[in-house]
């Protein structure tokens, strides 16, 4: 599909991830279909896109007829119907394999022959995905970082069989929104979390076996190797429940135990300390 013919973009999730893309897209003068399973989840979203706006608004980024504009582009739904008019659309659902099949397996159904359906996951195989719905060849890995409207890279990933035409598009729509896109090919984790992830785990083995404190680990690192956020206050906004999903996706993809999630990580996560979203992690909130 023609970049200069994707006019209106559906965003499949209204949840941490979703309110960010579809805020980055209406920015951008995109109409955008925000569809979720309930009222509810998209009353939450839009909220949250509102907040973010004002923030702008603050800072003196955009204007407050620019926020009202941006608004007046969000069509909240709750029907997967909804997206048969849509020109591009992107799943940003939980990361969870077989919610993302389904939701993606619906959407793929509804959407018109050719048009881009790309997938928010974060690790999960793009090509294992594409694989379920009947566009494998207009199927990618669209990989924001949160939060959304803040964070300028974007991992586009090509599954097996994307095309050159696919990835092309999502590149320069990337490029719209005002992003930084990088092309990586499919693997566990991408380049991201194949890289994070393990230092983020090496961490917490530093505060399990009492090498130090989660503040002086992240004192070291921030202080030390210029990070803006140590690894564990990091893991804390990302969720822990998250970090561990990933090791585990790590774990099996690779087959490499260098990948076994942090047995510290998984208590946490038994205990409900999930970070920032909980209110305790590996700090308080």
Wanted: net charge negative.
């Amino acid at each position: 599909m023609a970049i200069d013919t994707i006019k209106t973009v559906a965003v499949l999730g209204a949840g941490t991830m979703g309110n960010g893309v579809a805020h980055v897209f209406a920015r951008s003068g995109y109409a955008v279909i925000l569809r979720d399973v309930e009222q509810r989840f998209l009353d939450r979203g839009l909220e949250t896109i509102s907040k973010n706006l004002d923030r702008e608004v603050r800072k003196e980024r955009i204007t407050l007829v620019e926020k009202a504009e941006t608004l007046e582009r969000l069509k909240p739904t709750t029907e997967m119907a909804a997206l048969a008019s849509a020109d591009f659309a992107v799943e940003a659902v939980p990361e969870q394999l077989d919610l993302k099949v389904r939701v993606l397996k619906e959407a793929d159904a509804v959407l018109r022959p050719g048009v881009i359906l790309a997938t928010n996951t974060s690790s999960i195989s793009i090509s294992k995905l594409a694989a379920e719905t009947g566009r494998a060849e207009q199927f990618i890995g669209m990989h924001f970082f949160n939060p959304v409207p803040v964070m300028a890279l974007v991992e586009v990933i090509r599954g097996r069989a994307t095309g050159n035409d696919t990835f092309a598009t999502t590149m320069e729509l990337c490029e719209r929104l005002g992003k930084k896109p990088v092309g990586v090919n499919d693997a566990p984790g991408f380049v991201s979390n194949r890289v994070l992830m393990p230092m983020i785990n090496e961490a917490a083995y530093a505060v399990m076996e009492g090498v130090a404190t989660p503040e002086a680990v992240d004192a070291v690192m921030k202080l030390g190797m210029n990070h803006p956020m140590g690894p564990l206050e990091l893991a804390d906004l990302i969720g822990l429940d998250v970090c561990v999903d990933i090791m585990e996706v790590l774990h099996r993809g690779l087959g490499n135990d260098k990948y076994a999630a942090c047995p510290l990580l998984k208590k946490h996560v038994a205990d409900g300390h999930l970070g920032r979203k909980s209110g305790r992690g590996f700090y308080t909130y």
